[in-house]
């Protein structure tokens, strides 16, 4: 998994917002090559509502997980109308 951070912050990325202990594990192989915009959140909720305000036009976001995360619930968050976000 720290494989896979690094991999994607040697390709461009400009952010990562890993979920849990897999998502540390994402986070410390791109911090490991330089990437200062890290975060983890402990849902996938929480992930998205920590991307949202992030957000410019023409943006491309790149989920990946498992469906035994339940990492679909992030575009739950991110598909929401603007004042639905943080309703909880």
């Known amino acids: 998994h720290e494989a896979v951070g690094r991999y ?20 410390r192989g791109a911090r490991a090559v330089g990437l200062d915009e890290v975060a983890v959140a402990e849902t ?3 992930a998205a509502e920590l991307l949202v305000p992030r957000l410019a036009p ?20 991110l598909c929401a109308p603007p004042e639905r976000v943080g309703d909880g």
């Not at 023409?58 to 968050?77: C, M, N, P, Q, W």
């Open 8 to 27: 994607a912050a040697e390709r461009g990325l400009t952010s990562l917002v890993g979920i849990g202990a897999v998502g540390e594990l994402y986070a």
């Open 44 to 46: 996938p909720e929480q």
């Open 58 to 77: 023409g943006d491309v976001i790149l989920v990946k997980g498992s469906r035994g995360a339940r990492t679909e619930r992030a575009f739950e968050v």
